[in-house]
């Protein structure tokens, strides 16, 4: 069993900056691919980044060269730095866990945290 909590969401003008983090904790870490989902209100959930155990990364196309997903294995952490953001990124996100390679699927993934919210004014 894994569990997750995010932190670090918030309220922000449109062109700011927010660190999301999150922390794991119970099985082995480093062996989990880690990723970050969101959910608009109205909206399907939808894979935002991903990385796995060895460091490789994947971003969908409406946040390549603005967000960066990095992970701190000795410390069973996960963040997502979110730069130039718009109103159209606010969202519910989630950290999301599984043993394997990096999925985009909202049905792949193992474990959820309970989210964290950000919304970007415009």
């Known amino acids: 069993q894994v569990q997750l909590v995010e932190s670090g969401g918030g309220l922000v003008q449109a062109g700011g900056s927010l660190r999301l983090s999150c922390a794991a904790s119970?099985?082995?870490?480093?062996?989990?691919?880690m990723g970050w989902f969101r959910q608009a209100p109205e909206k399907e959930r939808e894979f935002v980044a991903g990385?796995?155990?060895?460091?490789?990364?994947y971003y969908t196309d409406s946040v390549k060269g603005r967000f960066t997903i990095s992970r701190d294995n000795t410390k069973n952490t996960v963040h997502l730095q979110m730069n130039s953001l718009k109103p159209e990124d606010t969202a519910v996100y989630y950290c999301?866990?599984?043993?394997?390679?990096?999925?985009?699927?909202?049905?792949?993934?193992?474990?959820w945290g309970q989210g964290t919210q950000v919304t970007v004014s415009s």
């Open positions: 999301t866990s599984r043993r394997g390679i990096i999925t985009t699927s909202s049905s792949s993934q193992d474990y």
């Open positions: 119970g099985r082995t870490f480093s062996r989990y691919a």
């Open positions: 990385i796995s155990w060895t460091g490789n990364t």
